[in-house]
């Protein structure tokens, strides 16, 4: 799973907050969007708050950089690189980054628009 930083849309704070108001049901599974039918929802939620902080870090290490695009674009293919490994994803590194293109891309620019706003 990967969290989305779509431009204008992130906001770290209540996605963490809605994370956990969905969990406090306890549920046997849950249904992603565009992913159908997931279960183990409390180990999930919990690699998807990792990977928001670790976004966020990614972010304020970006802060006032003149290559702030490219290296947020860096720091999440290696982000999201390292998850797929522990994932047990056996694709290499360029077929990883293929198929995560698009994200890798939507994210850094969400998590540039999430800087300036704040």
Do not use: C
Not at 66 to 90: K, Q
Not at 96 to 110: K, P, S, T
């Amino acid at each position: 799973m990967i969290p989305t930083t779509s431009p204008v849309q992130f906001e770290p704070e209540p996605l963490k907050a809605s994370i956990a108001r969905l969990l406090d049901s306890a549920p046997e599974a849950m249904y992603l969007t565009h992913f159908g039918r997931v279960t183990g929802a409390a180990r999930l939620a919990r690699e998807l708050i990792e990977q928001i902080d670790a976004m966020i870090a990614a972010a304020h290490a970006a802060h006032g950089r003149s290559d702030r695009h490219t290296w947020l674009v860096e720091a999440l293919t290696e982000l999201y690189l390292r998850r797929a490994r522990a994932h047990g994803v056996r694709l290499d590194d360029a077929q990883i980054q293929a198929l995560l293109a698009v994200d890798i891309e939507l994210n850094a620019q969400g998590l540039a628009v999430w800087l300036d706003r704040n």
